[in-house]
Structure formats: C-alpha cells, structure tokens
C-alpha cells in the first residue's frame, strides 16, 4: 500500500483572458480634415486583487495624426488614457485569494480599431487584451513508494582500460622453475 505526502508549493489558481475596448475623443487645437494614423504607445499595467475579482488599472499614449486647413497641414494630437477593468476569474482551487500574487500580461497590445473625425474632435476606439493569472498557496498530494530502489554498479570505463592492459601485458610465468 502506498504512503502519500502533502508538498505545499505556489502554482496558479485561476486564469483567464479577455478583450477591453475603450472609445475615447480629443479635440486638437486645429480642426481635423482626415484621419492620418493612430498610435498607441507605453501601455503600462498593474493587477491587484479586489474581493473575489481582479483589478487591472493601466494607462498608455495615444498619438494621432490628421491633416488641417483643407488638407494642407498636418498635425499630431496625444493623450494619454488611464483604465480601470474589475475581472472575475474561474478559480481552478475553490480557494480564499486574498493575498494571492496576480500576473497580468498583456496578450494583445493596444490598439486603435477605429478613428474618425465627428464634429471638431477625433473619436477613436482601443482594443487590448489581458491574460490574468492568479498565484497561491496550494497542496499537491503524491504518493511515496516505501521501497528504496536497488543501487547500481558503477563501473568506470577508465579502470576497464587498465584491467585490459594488464591482462595483455604481464607475463604469468615470469618466474621459471630453473631459478628456484
């Protein structure tokens, strides 16, 4: 009959992924004719636990680039936008998580989906996806074997050599009876 043992180690908890986005407007200092480009730049993150949910406050720059005066000029317009996304994950251990350790990472950077020119501002949309991990304390069970395993002969190759070389070698009967 096999013995267990208990092995307290830290392993992951509960995890998932999910998809935020975020519509957002600017008003830049002159009046946008066209959309040129949109960059999102230094997404930066953090993940704290809240109750049984997980908290993600992050922000990161937006940088927009339009043409003005009739498509004569152009111009760039940044901000930068702050997050709040409360997640609730699927535990895998029906576990207490507070004071657990959260990793967030970010599976999908932002990115600007979508970006048009409505009245005298620039509404544009941002979507980035999270992967949430929850680390904690947890028990493994394994089962002990009571029998130790058998040793193994270590035989050294070099000796093998030597053994050999001797053998070849040496003469047996370097002593002759007639010197006796």
């Known amino acids: 009959m096999a013995s267990f043992k208990e092995i307290v180690t ?3 908890v509960g995890k998932g992924k999910k998809v935020f986005t975020q519509t957002e407007t600017v008003h830049p200092e002159m009046i946008p004719t066209t ?3 949109c960059w999102v730049i230094n997404h930066n ?3 704290t636990i809240q109750g049984d ?3 993600v406050d992050g922000s990161y720059d937006v940088n927009i680039w339009y043409s003005c005066e009739d498509d004569t000029k152009t111009e760039v317009v940044r901000q930068t936008n702050t997050y709040t996304e409360i997640v609730s994950l699927k535990r895998k251990i029906d576990e207490d998580i507070t004071g657990e350790e959260v990793i967030v990472r970010s599976l999908k950077q932002p990115t600007c989906i979508k970006a048009e020119i409505i009245d005298d501002g620039i509404t544009y949309t941002i979507e980035k996806e999270l992967g949430i991990e ?4 947890t028990k493994v069970k394994i089962p002990i074997e009571e029998e130790e395993d058998p040793w193994d002969d270590l035989i050294d190759d ?3 050599q030597v053994e050999a070389q001797i053998d070849s070698e040496v003469d047996e009967n370097y002593l002759k009876e007639d010197t006796l």
Do not use: H, N, Q
């Open 10 to 12: 830290k392993a992951v």
């Open 35 to 37: 959309v040129l480009g």
């Open 45 to 47: 993150f953090k993940g």
């Open 53 to 55: 949910k997980v908290r």
């Open 134 to 137: 929850i680390v904690g304390d």
């Open 158 to 160: 070099e000796m093998d």
